[in-house]
């Protein structure tokens, strides 16, 4: 029987808990050192520290927040795996990193390349030829046209649309709705249709 592991026992967690059922995976535990319960639908929530207690050797970090993803990455040494439900579509010519998780109804389409721990949101779509970098999440029913590059950390917001072409910076955020009709340099945010810079993100420690 294959089992997982989730690191974050949020509501995240739970949707990536339901991905992992589609699949017959079973969820052992899930870690979380601020736990607002002990457990999850009966499924035991720990501390970091209880990793070394179990045999398994697939995670997933479970956590919504993309620069938090890149810390926990960072600090836990684990073998991390990747998770699709089985709505989703990948293409045969599609490359996806470890620790990315795609969610019910999504798609990606031909020679698409995802990095390492990035969200594929509830029906988001990833046209063909795009590149999407580490730690990004594309959020519900957004719609990521052909030859889009999105860099590192970068976060789209929910039904949001980037045209064909198109280069987002690292750690932008785009905002629900928005349409992105030009470049979008790095710590953006973005929003409205079409998209404006509306600010830049202060960013202390890149990690």
């Not at 639908?41 to 956590?63: A, H, M, R, T």
């Not at 999440?137 to 950390?153: F, Q, R």
Request: proline share 3%.
């Amino acid at each position: 029987m294959n089992k997982i592991c989730l690191f974050g026992a949020s509501g995240h967690g739970k949707v990536i808990k339901d991905i992992a059922l589609s699949k017959n995976i079973v969820v052992e535990m899930f870690i979380d050192d601020n736990p607002k319960s002990n457990f999850i639908d009966k499924i035991p929530v720990l501390g970091s520290q209880e990793i070394s207690k179990f045999e398994i050797n697939k995670f997933i970090i479970s956590v919504g927040d993309n620069y938090t993803r890149k810390v926990i990455s960072k600090k836990i040494k684990c073998k991390f795996t990747t998770l699709a439900h089985q709505t989703v579509i990948i293409s045969s010519n599609a490359s996806i990193a470890f620790g990315t998780v795609l969610m019910a109804g999504s798609i990606i389409n031909a020679d698409v390349i995802i990095g390492k721990h990035v969200i594929i949101n509830t029906g988001a779509i990833i046209e063909h030829d795009c590149e999407i970098g580490d730690y990004v999440h594309i959020s519900p029913n957004a719609t990521i046209t052909g030859n889009v590059v999105i860099g590192e950390g970068s976060h789209i917001g929910a039904g949001a649309i980037v045209i064909p072409g198109i280069k987002v910076g690292k750690w932008v955020v785009v905002g629900a709705g928005s349409v992105i009709i030009n470049d979008i340099p790095d710590y953006a945010i973005v929003v409205g249709n079409p998209g404006k810079i509306i600010k830049y993100k202060e960013i202390e420690n890149e990690y």
